[in-house]
């Protein structure tokens, strides 16, 4: 880990999207926060689902474990889910690594993610 920065994860709506924020460090004594944030549209049902990541420190497979399940769940409902930055190097590094960026949607900010059109629906 990093310097040791407490996780935090936020939740917010933005349009019609959850946005999720989350900083610090992330790993699997705190993934289960990410976990529970992403739970909620799927109770809640939104259009789209916002992972901001521009904060997030550190990283390890734990929180790449619960985005692809959020990822598999969003598609299974025909909704969008877009992970968004810009990435910090151990981020960017991650998903390099596992060779798992081309599993999500991906994009620079938060308002570059709402305007994305969704690849299934052009909305």
Not at 99 to 107: D, I, K, M, N, S
């Given at each position: 880990?990093?310097?040791?920065a407490e996780?935090?994860?936020?939740?917010?709506?933005?349009?019609?999207?959850?946005?999720?924020?989350?900083?610090?460090?992330?790993?699997?004594?705190?993934?289960?926060?990410?976990?529970?944030?992403?739970?909620?549209?799927?109770?809640?049902?939104?259009?789209r689902t916002?992972?901001?990541?521009?904060?997030?420190?550190?990283?390890?497979?734990?929180?790449?474990?619960?985005?692809?399940?959020?990822?598999?769940a969003h598609?299974?409902?025909?909704?969008?889910?877009?992970?968004?930055?810009?990435?910090?190097?151990?981020?960017?590094?991650?998903?390099?690594?596992?060779?798992?960026?081309?599993?999500?949607?991906?994009?620079?900010?938060?308002?570059?993610?709402?305007?994305?059109?969704?690849?299934?629906?052009?909305?």
């Amino acid at each position: 880990m990093s310097d040791g920065a407490e996780a935090t994860v936020t939740r917010g709506t933005a349009r019609d999207a959850l946005v999720v924020r989350v900083g610090g460090d992330i790993d699997h004594a705190s993934a289960f926060r990410l976990e529970e944030a992403l739970s909620l549209a799927h109770r809640t049902g939104p259009e789209r689902t916002v992972v901001d990541l521009s904060a997030t420190d550190f990283a390890d497979s734990s929180i790449l474990h619960v985005l692809l399940e959020a990822q598999r769940a969003h598609r299974a409902r025909g909704t969008l889910m877009v992970v968004c930055g810009p990435f910090s190097d151990i981020v960017r590094r991650l998903f390099d690594v596992t060779g798992t960026e081309g599993f999500f949607v991906l994009a620079d900010s938060v308002g570059a993610a709402l305007e994305l059109p969704d690849p299934a629906t052009g909305r």
